[in-house]
């Protein structure tokens, strides 16, 4: 549905150590510009989106329709960037 960066490192299968010490194998990849959003780095693990980080100016309303996600039951922790 949208396009990875091929200059960036994707990873598939990534090795992830999470705070408690225990290992996972999870999927992180990044996607380029698109409608949504400018950037996007999502980690997919067990086939669901477990952490996602994008770069846009468009309104969670927007995101949720582009993607055909919800964000109803997840926390979104919006930050700005840049000066104003």
Known sequence: MFKQIPEETQYPNGKFQLKDGSIVYADK?????????????????????????VDTDSSIEDIDMGLGVSFENYTVEPYKFGSG
């Open 29 to 53: 990849l990044n996607y380029g510009e698109n409608d949504v959003f400018d950037y996007a780095s999502v980690i997919f693990f067990e086939g669901k989106i477990a952490h996602m980080q």
